[in-house]
């Protein structure tokens, strides 16, 4: 979708997550999150190779498997996965340290997914803190 690519298939991760929780749980969320992981780092190398475009903004694999890691720590209930979202927007975005160092250095496929699931990674552990200290979960 045009616009905010990332952004949109961040939502379109959402409804896929809470069937996949709903079915599987945690680890079942977990196992397709690592098959988009491996699957995204050879799509995303192939599209990327064959465009001559070094992170095509079409490619939004990385996104989706990103968001699926931050919801690992969600229970399944639509405020914590609303918070899972922002929180996984708000480190592609920001892309603090060292999300930031990886958007820049590492190329290719894996390049294309690693800062996103950084992201992805950051979002799980604040969710997982605010949980702890909260004791909201």
């Not at 379109?12 to 996949?20: D, F, Y």
């Not at 995204?40 to 890691?69: H, K, L």
């Not at 060292?98 to 690693?114: A, C, E, K, Q």
């Not at 990674?121 to 969710?127: G, H, N």
Request: hydrophobic share 60%; aromatic share 14%.
């Amino acid at each position: 979708m045009p616009g905010a690519p990332g952004t949109w298939a961040s939502l379109a991760a959402l409804p896929c997550a809470w069937l996949l929780r709903g079915w599987g749980g945690t680890i079942g969320l977990g196992v397709a999150a690592a098959i988009a992981i491996a699957a995204g780092w050879w799509a995303a190398s192939r599209v990327a190779r064959e465009s001559g475009v070094a992170d095509p903004g079409y490619v939004v694999i990385d996104e989706v498997a990103g968001q699926w890691v931050a919801l690992l720590a969600a229970p399944r209930s639509w405020p914590f996965y609303l918070a899972g979202f922002l929180l996984f927007r708000l480190f592609d975005i920001w892309k603090p340290f060292p999300i930031s160092w990886l958007d820049r250095n590492v190329h290719g496929g894996f390049g294309i997914m690693i800062d996103d699931v950084m992201a992805g990674i950051y979002a799980l552990i604040a969710m997982a803190i605010a949980d702890r200290v909260l004791a909201i979960g």
